[in-house]
């Protein structure tokens, strides 16, 4: 495709003044919202709304605030409930990623007989790993011999069957990220948590990856729980406040982490010794809430409400093909296209793999061009539906011609800086 094709595309963007809503720097091609998304102006307000309530209301801010503390996580729950296919008591947003897992495994983990293993991937994030292994260690066992991690054939794809042959009545419990986090694959969430209950298996699924870049129905596919970040595609901001879903089927039991905001919120000022944990999702909170770190996600939030997961993972689709399509067109043979070709096995991310990704990364940034590198020679290229227009895409593929072409990136060290 030309550039005045490419132009008629942004014409047609039913989303495209959304882009106007985000802080975006001149001249740059913003590619690793999978990463850390963009500060959009609704969340700053929300944010700036939040520090005006604590000056002026002090203590008050929790009840009198214009947006209350006190009941800020659960209506943020409440808002991110329908991009999760949740009803809106099985979302509450606390804690971290991984906090959370801990949470609902020391909760949903309860080995017993021979029902003691956790199956797992071999393509994981380290620290969904991590957690596992702690897990498992705490309740004595071996994660060498209790860890069960399906491995790939290409070390970037996963084979759903391979997993599935995996399953058996020794699991206890299996935990699946939704997107590959290193390639993009989608897997098949319903697929795979259908397969598992036929083993009594408990489900649990890493959302970090596809939480805002496209629709889920976890309730209807029964998935038990799930976790994911806020700080990729809902644009919470660094270190922002994550969430969890826990299907209503096992709402009412006690959290296997208590602590006093797991209570029922008109019981927890009783400063009882003995908990009554909330009916909701609420329970799987623990200490009190981030308020400063939550509250970008009620301007964030707006956004999805009026855009729609619908017409943004139709529009993340159509970017994602439109730059594989011109990097197979301007780029042939350069580089290998890591995720998968079809829209249902796709995230929100195109995963480019060359032996000097590195430096390659490292030369796109000179250029304007904001990339994400994973070690050791993936190339992470984000074109998020919200703020990133056809014409970005086009030119941000023209700008990789040119460095290949010219070799720009031979000047850079085909090493990873601190962060990558």
Same mark, same amino acid.
């Given at each position: ?284 909170? $623990?200490?009190? &809430?981030?308020?400063?770190? +939550?509250?970008?996600?009620?301007? #964030? *939030?707006?956004?999805?409400?009026? =855009?729609? !997961? ?26 290998? $296209?890591?995720? &998968?070709?079809?829209?249902? +096995?796709?995230?929100?991310?195109? #995963? *480019?793999?060359?032996?000097?990704? =590195?430096? !390659? ?60």
């Amino acid at each position: 495709m030309n550039r005045s094709e490419i132009k008629k595309l942004d014409e047609q963007d039913k989303l495209r003044t959304y882009k106007d809503e985000f802080y975006i720097k001149e001249g740059s091609y913003y590619m690793d919202g999978n990463s850390l998304g963009l500060l959009s102006k609704r969340a700053e307000k929300t944010v700036l709304t939040s520090l005006e309530d604590w000056k002026n209301h002090g203590i008050e801010g929790w009840m009198s605030g214009e947006q209350p503390w006190y009941y800020m996580s659960e209506k943020i729950g409440e808002m991110t409930a329908p991009l999760a296919g949740a009803l809106s008591h099985e979302v509450i947003n606390t804690g971290s990623i991984t906090t959370n897992l801990h949470q609902l495994l020391a909760t949903f983990y309860k080995p017993k007989g021979k029902r003691t293993k956790i199956l797992a991937d071999a393509l994981n994030f380290p620290s969904d790993i991590y957690a596992l292994q702690s897990q498992l260690s705490l309740h004595g066992y071996s994660p060498d011999e209790h860890l069960i991690q399906v491995g790939s054939s290409d070390g970037y794809t996963l084979n759903e069957g391979d997993i599935i042959e995996q399953m058996s009545e020794e699991v206890a419990v299996m935990l699946l990220p939704s997107v590959l986090y290193r390639s993009g694959q989608l897997l098949n969430i319903r697929k795979l948590t259908e397969a598992a209950h036929d083993y009594g298996i408990i489900v649990g699924f890493d959302l970090a990856h596809s939480i805002g870049a496209l629709p889920h129905k976890l309730h209807d596919w029964n998935v038990d729980f799930a976790v994911w970040c806020t700080y990729k595609y809902l644009n919470s901001g660094p270190g922002g406040v994550g969430g969890l879903y826990v299907h209503e089927k096992h709402l009412g039991q006690k959290p296997g982490l208590a602590g006093w905001f797991s209570s029922r919120k008109d019981k927890q000022f009783d400063m009882d010794h003995h908990l009554t944990p909330a009916e909701t999702a609420g329970a799987y909170q $623990i200490g009190t &809430p981030h308020i400063l770190s +939550s509250a970008p996600l009620l301007g #964030s *939030l707006e956004i999805f409400q009026e =855009a729609g !997961i619908d017409a943004i993972r139709e529009k993340s689709l159509k970017l994602t093909k439109l730059m594989m399509n011109l990097i197979e067109e301007h780029l042939q043979g350069t580089f290998t $296209i890591a995720n &998968p070709r079809k829209d249902e +096995s796709r995230g929100g991310h195109v #995963s *480019l793999i060359h032996p000097e990704a =590195a430096s !390659i990364c490292k030369a796109l940034k000179s250029e304007g061009v904001i990339p994400d590198f994973r070690s050791p020679n993936v190339i992470r290229l984000a074109p998020v539906a919200l703020y990133v227009s056809y014409e970005d895409t086009y030119e941000m593929v023209m700008i990789l011609k040119e460095i290949m072409e010219q070799k720009k990136y031979k000047q850079f060290k085909n090493e990873r800086d601190v962060i990558a």
